[in-house]
């Protein structure tokens, strides 16, 4: 079975893995239940340290965000890339696929990766927001679709036939981001 552990605490104890892995960050916001997350692949390491706003990987990334967007939001007339930095994701609408919920909550989905060739930076929790690294192993894909169904149903609220529904989709887009040589798909 694949493990996950919280990023940062993985990194100040050097677990992180050094080759590849995976990463979910989870970004909630502070009075509803808008939520972001970033599904990152990364491979290829060659260095990875703290900076100011995160932890910097020098190495291969590929991420693919997801928005819950509650029903009624304020913005939701606002292209996700040209919304306020806490609410941003890199997409306009066509790039997402989107998914409305029993409640008329909306879920998207980004279409392709935002690809990195250099470098990226992994944001530090505020709050209740998390990451977690996934280390290579055969259950590994299983484990961070069950992370984001139970993510998307218990802490985003999205209803749990819905938050199956949208699993399919980030699994269908999760082949995007598999980079060459690793060992876990």
Do not use: C
């Amino acid at each position: 079975m694949a493990t996950a552990k919280e990023l940062f605490p993985a990194y100040q104890s050097g677990e992180l893995p050094q080759k590849n892995g995976y990463i979910i960050s989870t970004f909630y916001h502070a009075s509803s239940t808008y939520t972001k997350y970033e599904l990152i692949s990364f491979d290829n390491v060659k260095d990875i340290y703290m900076a100011d706003e995160g932890l910097t990987f020098q190495a291969e990334g590929r991420k693919i965000y997801v928005l819950v967007e509650p029903a009624g939001w304020p913005d939701s007339h606002t292209e996700p890339a040209y919304r306020p930095d806490a609410e941003r994701i890199p997409y306009r609408y066509k790039e997402l696929i989107t998914h409305t919920t029993k409640r008329q909550d909306r879920v998207y989905v980004g279409r392709e990766p935002v690809v990195s060739y250099a470098n990226f930076t992994v944001l530090k929790p505020i709050g209740q927001d998390v990451s977690y690294v996934f280390y290579p192993g055969p259950d590994v894909r299983k484990n961070m679709m069950e992370y984001f169904r139970l993510s998307l149903w218990k802490q985003a609220r999205v209803p749990q036939s819905d938050a199956r529904e949208v699993v399919k989709i980030i699994d269908e887009v999760f082949e995007k981001i598999v980079l060459s040589g690793t060992e876990f798909r």
